[in-house]
């Protein structure tokens, strides 16, 4: 049994078809957690190359559709919350808490502003509730021609002058929920971001206070001169811009951008049919350990087969070139039971892209692949077409001639 997973560990430390292919190949897949983590950690320096090669490979993904829809996404959601009950959130943990608010616990006070009202009198309301806490100064959004980065300095510029510790929040939702339209406006609400009670008109909460005091609550009407609120929600914008999105045509420049960023590992053509046995064994550095300090390997030169036989035919093609997709396509038909047929291409160019790796696919009815340069070294594949088989000590690569083909296949006719 460890041998085994010393022999499957020695696979994916070259680069093996099973370590890249999934179940749609037919390929048995191991699970990790399954192995001997000595023989895992000592197996390491042996698969850093390798490893390294695969990663930067699958890194080099275009992927930068991706991070747009996810900033979509994200701003949908939150979108979607304002339409919601602002419940308290599952914790990860199971039961439900609340969100820790940027005011603190216990009840709030929130002063509505927008710039309408001046920087003079966003100065005064920054003086007047420096120190107290559980107060928060709230916009609604950021003036239409701003850009959030200079919205941010000029409040800061405020808070510089005034050196005041009153915490400016930039919250929509509290507008929305809250139903406020203009200001100066103050609200006491709730933990769980119930109204207790709100008034229009003034930034002072001592009429409020007193009123609640009372055991007034909710709507406590206008009681002083408003102003309009000249930024535009900003989940409104966002729901806005998000519509905007072309989607399709993002999707499609990503997928144009995919060949360029994709280039496999282009090889010469085979001028002459050649097959050539290749040593599968490798060298073990230092003894294989296991768990209880004894020897499962000991150091020096180790051939994977004679624990483990390789099941896989390798076949590479260029698939630009008509007759070797016509040859992956007789090789994966005659690989028989025992073997799983995994058909590679040397290359993709951007200019036929996804047209000419669709068509590849529909005549092989097969996955393609794009070899891999660490695959191609590990196997010497030196010249495409290739195909590469195992007996039980050596690997085997066979290099076909297109006139060796088409000489074959003549024959078959």
């Given at each position: 049994m460890v041998k085994n997973q010393l022999a499957i560990c020695i696979g994916l430390a070259f680069g093996c078809t099973m370590a890249i292919a999934?179940?749609?190949?037919?390929?048995?897949?191991?699970?990790?957690?399954?192995?001997?983590?000595?023989?895992?950690?000592?197996?390491?320096?042996?698969?850093?190359?390798?490893?390294?090669?695969?990663?930067?490979m699958i890194g080099s993904a275009d992927m930068s559709w991706v991070s747009e829809m996810a900033d979509k996404v994200i701003a949908q959601a939150n979108a979607d919350e304002a339409q919601l009950d602002r419940s308290p959130p599952v914790s990860a943990d199971g039961p439900e808490r609340e969100k820790k608010h940027p005011l603190g616990e216990g009840n709030r006070t929130l002063i509505f502003v927008s710039w309408s009202m001046?920087?003079?009198?966003?100065?005064?309301?920054l003086l007047s509730f420096d120190g107290m806490p559980g107060v928060g100064i709230v916009f609604r959004g950021i003036p239409d021609g701003m850009s959030m980065g200079d919205a941010v300095t000029k409040m800061h510029l405020l808070t510089q002058e005034t050196q005041s510790t009153v915490t400016v929040l930039l919250d929509p939702l509290a507008f929305q929920r809250h139903d406020v339209s203009a200001v100066?406006?103050?609200?006491?609400?709730?933990?769980?971001?119930?109204l207790i009670a709100k008034a229009v008109g003034s930034s002072s909460v001592t009429y409020i206070e007193a009123a609640v005091n009372d055991g007034k609550r909710g709507d406590l009407g206008t009681i002083g001169s408003t102003q309009e609120i000249i930024e535009p929600d900003l989940m409104e914008v966002a729901k806005q811009r998000?519509?905007?999105?072309?989607?399709?045509?993002?999707?499609?420049?990503?997928i144009a951008r995919f060949w360029d960023n994709h280039k496999g590992h282009p090889l010469p053509p085979v001028t002459e049919s050649a097959t050539r046995?290749?040593?599968?064994?490798?060298?073990?550095?230092?003894?294989?350990?296991?768990?209880?300090?004894?020897?499962?390997?000991?150091?020096?030169?180790i051939n994977p087969l004679d624990m483990m036989p390789f099941d896989q035919?390798?076949?590479?093609?260029?698939?630009?070139?008509?007759?070797?997709?016509?040859?992956?396509?007789?090789?994966?038909?005659?690989h028989g039971e025992n073997l799983t047929v995994t058909v590679m291409a040397?290359?993709?160019?951007?200019?036929?892209?996804?047209?000419?790796?669709?068509?590849?696919?529909?005549?092989?009815?097969?996955?393609?692949?794009?070899?891999?340069?660490?695959?191609?070294?590990?196997?010497?594949?030196?010249?495409?077409?290739?195909?590469?088989?195992?007996?039980?000590?050596?690997?085997?690569?066979?290099?076909?001639?297109?006139?060796a083909f088409e000489e074959a296949n003549h024959e078959h006719q």
């Open positions: 999934g179940d749609d190949l037919g390929i048995r897949k191991h699970d990790v957690n399954d192995f001997n983590s000595v023989l895992l950690g000592q197996v390491k320096e042996i698969s850093r190359n390798a490893k390294a090669a695969r990663e930067e001046g920087s003079t009198a966003i100065k005064d309301i100066p406006t103050v609200a006491i609400e709730s933990p769980n971001d119930a998000i519509a905007e999105l072309d989607t399709d045509a993002m999707k499609k420049r990503a046995l290749l040593d599968a064994s490798v060298i073990v550095p230092d003894d294989i350990l296991d768990s209880q300090g004894r020897v499962v390997q000991k150091a020096g030169r035919k390798l076949v590479v093609i260029d698939p630009t070139q008509p007759w070797q997709v016509a040859l992956a396509k007789r090789e994966y038909a005659d040397t290359q993709i160019p951007t200019s036929s892209g996804w047209d000419l790796f669709n068509s590849v696919q529909d005549s092989l009815d097969a996955p393609l692949y794009l070899l891999p340069p660490d695959m191609a070294e590990r196997f010497q594949i030196l010249r495409a077409p290739s195909v590469v088989t195992a007996d039980t000590k050596n690997f085997i690569v066979r290099e076909v001639a297109q006139s």
